[in-house]
DNA sequence: GCTATAGGCGCG
DNA sequence: ACCGCGCCTATAGC
């Protein structure tokens, strides 16, 4: 094994949302510091792009390293494959592997510190905390290249720098990860950092006449939708009130009444007049643009001074009264009467803290503002017909400002800033993400700048329509899916054999879920629900579709009345959900209290103690307790302050203990089958350039591939290599056996396209 | 003009 | 009162 501790400080021109980003052509390694083992350290200083460009320093310093070690690797990665993007992939083909030491710093303290900085992560071991004065430059916006190169190289590999405090986190993170048996899965998330290193660095391409015109098309829409509801505002309403739609309180005053403040010219009190430039003719004061070229002869002048001679102008008050903005308030009567509506629907608004109250209330301090959200408006549209055409109207607003483009203005009329997920979009089309590592409790990903986690989904909206191939016509986008990871990784870690069997055998969940509540025969109820011919049908469409989110909040731990408020059924019927549940999946619900009863050994150790500040000042004391999965990675629970039995206490969240190890291992998988994906594309040269991985979103992986016989090829290939991945990490990691994982099938489903939003299986 | 917060909503 | 995110707008306060 042989360690190469990396580091490098670089030419930072902030370019499309990133602070210092190879995409950049002014950007370049200004100064790699590095270190082999225990060696001594090294560092070049670069003055120019060109200089750093020809430098063969790094394939110097990658020669004999098998273990790339850096603080925030990902960072390092761009760098490497922007300038030394042979050597790099030739040292991951070869088997090389990185050691993130912020993201070990991030897995030992079971996610609890996110994003732990390279000196609060070097202090713990011993290392020192750096000399910041390079920090403070950066801050006030020097340049990279204007520091002082002696103060930079201190920094970098002085005995208190970089290069140093990564060594000692590193080795002393090693040896942790090595006893507390995490060892191998770190590693397995290691790959999965170089594969979103590399899917970030390939970045997605985006079609910006798509764009473009479907853009246009939203705006031009909404407009309409806006004109429409426009026609509808109060007759009274004053021409200075610029109602917004996008202002909630605005919308609620609208639609149930209340005041609403808005901006009018005033006169002042007392009362101010507008000044007009006048001559003063005999002691009378003529406005400047009125005088009569025969009064110029006995107008004052000045009588000395520079201005000697030339006629004095004086600001005099005119009688037109100066204005200035004021508040005034405007009444809405409504459009909705709650006493008009059904008592089951307008106690949704009207109750103490019914779903639809807000917590804010309008100018008066009284009136609630309601909610003029999707939910609340898909209520309304039983009732009344503008429900329809504000929630398209919010839809097409929200598409817009979130992923194309909205410029903001300052009061010059001068464009201030720009927002919305196109503003990311390089000169070649490509929109280079961030996929963050140590951003959840979870260990799940985060996406941001832009975040493509979230865009909307196909049938939804048209924004994933811009997203097409970087090859042209020919080219294809591919997804792959797995199928349900959640419930499957439920199934498998509580070895429930009957929602394994269900889930394997094709069951339509919905259905037999509410066989197990009617005590109907599940074939039965299945053919009620699905054939169209039953003259049943309509109903039991009708159940199944009740039933589904139940089964989503219930899965996320909710209780009863957790259910009962989110899905609007009675908490009878959500509790009759909860043990059917339990009955037909006894195992997969009993799991939790597996994961609990480990929280409360851990949380009762001396080290499970905590204390933090409370809003008042006051130290509270609240325990923090983990569950260990099989890989290693541990999964950390806090207390919170709750009644029970009418007493104060502190407890751990039944939801998060039954929520946090099953997305973080279903994340784990997923990561894990990234990892594989990207060691393939790299043993194979992405295929001579012809197959990139892109992206991947919580239980799919993307990729871009040169035509569609590739992405064929290429879909079913990852989809093997993700169905695969459990059992490979049995191999690695043999205490995943006793959670099934190498007899449970994980089904993943190939699928590609021209672009995001048409795709058909491969 | 800036920051912090709440509400809302996109995804899994 | 159901988990995990990031980012939008509006609003309040400085």
Known sequence: MSFGVVDLETQNNPHLGHLSSPHCEQNYIVAPGWAINDGPVGHCYFNSREEADSSLWFDEFIKDVTILVAHNATFEIHWFLGRHKEAFLAFIKRG?????????????????????????????????????????????GVKTSEIDPELLIRYLVGPEGDIENTRIACFNQYRLLEERGMLQMFWLR??????????????????????????????????????????????????????????GYHMSAFLFGGPVKYDKKVPYDPPKFEKVDSYEVLGKFIPVDQIEPSQMMNVTIYKSGKNKGIPKVFPIDSDVPKLKWGDDVYNFKGLVDFADLPSHVSSQYLDKRAEFRGKQTLSDGI???????????????????????????????????????????????????TKGMLQYVGPDGIIHHSLNGCATVTTRLSSSTPNLQNLPREGTSTVKEMFSSRFGKDGRIVEVDYTALEVVDIAAASGDRNLLDQLLSGTDMHCYRLAGKLKEPYEVVLDKA??????????????????????????????????????????????????????????????????????????????????????????????????????????????????????????????????YPIQGESSFIVQSACGRVLRWLVANDFFGGAVLCINTVHDAIYLDCINEEWARYVGKYVAWLMADTPRYMCELIPAYKEWGYDTTPFPAVPEFGLNMMSKEHC
């Not at 997605?204 to 015109?213: F, G, K, P």
């Not at 629970?637 to 039995?645: D, E, G, H, L």
């Open 96 to 140: 090389g592997k990185v050691f993130c030491t912020q993201y070990a710093e991030y897995l030992l303290t079971h996610q609890v510190d996110q994003y732990p900085s390279l000196e609060d992560t070097a202090v713990k071991y011993g290392g020192t905390k750096k000399i910041d004065e390079v920090k403070i430059l950066w801050e006030q």
């Open 190 to 247: 290691m790959d999965s950092l170089v594969f979103n290193a590399v899917s970030t660095f390939h970045g997605l391409y985006v079609d910006m006449e798509v764009a473009e015109r479907n853009h246009k098309e939203q705006l031009v829409r909404a407009d309409v939708i806006r004109q429409q509801i426009k026609a509808m505002l109060p007759a009274d309403l004053p021409t200075e009130f610029e109602f917004n739609f996008g202002s």
């Open 367 to 417: 009136t609630p503002v309601y909610s003029t959200g999707k939910d609340s408006l898909d209520l309304l549209a039983n009732f009344v017909a503008f429900a329809k055409p504000l929630k398209e109207l919010a839809q097409l607003d929200k598409d817009n400002s979130t992923y194309y483009l909205v410029q903001e203005y300052n009061a010059k009329g001068e464009p201030k800033k």
């Open 530 to 659: 699905t054939n169209k011919e039953n003259p049943a049908y309509k109903e039991y469409k009708e159940l199944r579709t009740q039933i589904k989110p139940q089964a989503f909040a219930a899965q996320y731990g909710a209780s009863a009345h957790g259910i009962s408020f989110a899905t609007g059924c009675s908490i009878e019927d959500a509790q009759a959900f909860l043990d059917t549940e339990a009955a037909l999946f006894p195992q997969a619900t009993a799991f939790k209290q597996l994961i609990r009863k480990e929280v409360e050994i851990t949380g009762s150790l001396p080290e499970g103690l905590h204390r933090e500040c409370t809003d008042e000042g006051m130290w509270s004391i609240y325990r923090r307790g983990y569950y260990r999965a099989p890989g290693g990675t541990c999964y950390s629970f806090r207390q919170y302050a709750t009644r029970k039995n009418g007493q104060q206490t502190m407890d751990y969240k039944d939801t998060q203990i039954s929520n």
